[in-house]
């Protein structure tokens, strides 16, 4: 089977990007990448990871319009969707089809537009992720949080000043990454000063739901050292799901990180994961086995999240995995214009917003 790389990544800053949809994002990140390779190489394949595209663009079938307007005629096209872990199923498709021979060069575009809808409805739509006892009792995601958070408090004797270390820390990584929506640090009082959404979760402890596009190229030994001279070589892709239950450990992160790991021999430095609460930074951090279970935010590792993640780079929906694995893409190409770390392999965990299924995808340069 055929060696997989990823031969180059190109990304929109994370925005509200009220002057543009989803065809302008995508060609944006497109042209991007063309404008970067050594030597652009039609792809056979276009995978768009979408979640929302039915909310606010009333739009299906997104994988052939954005082929059609990016001029690329005759290629297979899907759109993905499997909640916010569009991103990370869209680069398990992606990676099979090359393995398996069936696709030489694959782009895999993550394009999702939040904002031209109050959060109202919004919010109604993202519950739709829930099963339809939750969602039609009008619980949401964010409820869910809440109730993990104070379980976890309760178990670990924790406060609420244990769940401000992450946002102070990521919004502290976001301010070198020009990509990243909430550029700026914060502290204790920002985050205590920040609204209650459902007690004891904060404002600062979700991520910054907003516009963006990333883009990657996933293709074969051979196309890969003809489009990059510093190629990355995806050496493996595990996924994992269970049904959803309010509990402290994460099992589909625990099962897809170590089989992907494993393979690696060891755990990459450099890693970007889903963060979309506090609570869930922690639990994926202690079900990955990055960090022990109770005290994970009390020491986060210094290689996750140079980006700001979810909470201060901004969380594009469906688009998600696309930026983290173009993020670490960067940073082992030493091209990240950010905060960066050296280091010969790195990983990505993509996961849906509680957790309930995960992407783990380690990367290594050769």
Known sequence: MSKVYIAGASMTKVD??????????????????????????????????NTYGEAVENSLALGEKLASTSSLQGIRTFRVENGDASGGAAIDLAFTLVKSGVSKTVLVSGVEKTSDYPSKYMTEFY???????????????????????????????????????????????????PYAYLKFKIDENTYYNSQVISS?????????????????????????????????????????????????????????????????GGVPKIIEIHDSYSILAALVLESSGLSKYGSSLDDIPDGVNLSGGLKARGYPGGATGIYQLGEIYMQLAGTFPGKRE?????????????????????????
């Not at 039609?136 to 401000?164: R, T, V, W």
């Not at 269970?242 to 393979?263: G, H, I, R, W």
Request: charged fraction near 20%.
């Open 200 to 264: 004891p979760l904060r404002l600062f402890d979700s991520g910054a739901r907003a516009d963006g596009a990333a883009s990657v190229i996933v293709t074969d030994e051979e196309n890969a050292r003809k489009i990059s001279d510093s190629p990355i070589e995806i050496l493996g892709v595990s996924t994992s799901s269970y049904c959803y239950q309010p509990e402290l450990t994460l099992p589909a992160v625990k099962d897809s990180f170590s089989n992907v790991t494993n393979k690696l």
């Open 16 to 49: 509200r990007h009220y002057d543009m949809g989803i065809n302008e994002l995508y060609l944006e990140t497109f042209q991007g990448l063309r404008n970067t390779v050594k030597e652009w190489i039609k792809p056979d394949t276009l995978i768009v990871a």
């Open 127 to 177: 519950s739709k992720t829930l099963n339809k006892y939750e969602f039609y009792s009008g619980i949401n995601p964010a409820s869910i949080a809440a109730l993990m958070m104070n379980m976890y408090m309760k178990k670990y004797g924790k406060d609420s000043s244990y769940f401000a270390k992450w946002p102070i820390r990521m919004h502290s990584n976001a301010v070198e990454n």
């Open 342 to 366: 050296t280091g010969e392999s790195g990983a990505i965990i993509s996961t849906g917003e509680l957790g309930s299924s995960a992407y783990s995808v380690v990367l290594v340069r050769k």
